[in-house]
């Protein structure tokens, strides 16, 4: 990822406590985090949360997005409905490498119940310092942004 890039960063209830760990470990590598929330660990959905990040990434507001939930799952699920995003759950530095490289993720998604704060700190710094490594790889993306086009030929027989 670039220097000097501002990251969108939300949670919801169940991984409102390693967000807050995300924010601090990011604040204190001197990284800019806009928190959209949530506050607290009371219940709340985590559509919500996903939606707002993603759509700071994708207005440019923001250069990249975590999102943090139980699993990881259902906040890729909600914020890859965004077009242009590619939200990538990863709870291990293999992953977040492969998602930058292979998959130019821009929103990355952990679950606070497989990670601990010292493997957080591994993935978020494995994801930020992976680029992308075009080639092969940026036809595929080309593919995979195409299938939500209203133009792609699979929804124009």
């Known amino acids: 990822m670039p220097e000097n890039i501002q990251i969108a960063l939300a949670s919801d209830h169940a991984g409102f406590a390693l967000k807050e760990k995300v924010r601090e470990y990011l604040t204190r590598k001197g990284i800019a985090v806009r928190d959209l929330g949530t506050n607290s660990p009371a219940s709340v959905d985590y559509p919500d949360y996903a939606e707002k990040v993603a759509r700071q990434v994708a207005g440019g507001q923001a250069g990249c997005g975590i999102l943090v939930c139980g ?87």
């Not at 293999?94 to 930058?100: G, T």
């Not at 497989?114 to 992308?132: G, I, N, Q, S």
């Open 71 to 157: 699993t990881g799952l259902g906040m890729m699920l909600a914020a890859n409905q965004v077009p242009g995003i590619r939200a990538l759950p990863c709870n291990d530095t293999i992953s977040a490498h492969f998602a930058r490289a292979h998959n130019n993720g821009n929103v990355l998604t952990l679950g606070s119940r497989l990670l601990d704060e010292a493997t957080m700190e591994k993935v978020v710094d494995t994801w930020l310092a992976t680029p992308f490594e075009g080639g092969r790889h940026a036809a595929r993306i080309k593919k995979i942004d195409a299938i939500g086009e209203p133009s792609h030929p699979e929804k124009n027989p």
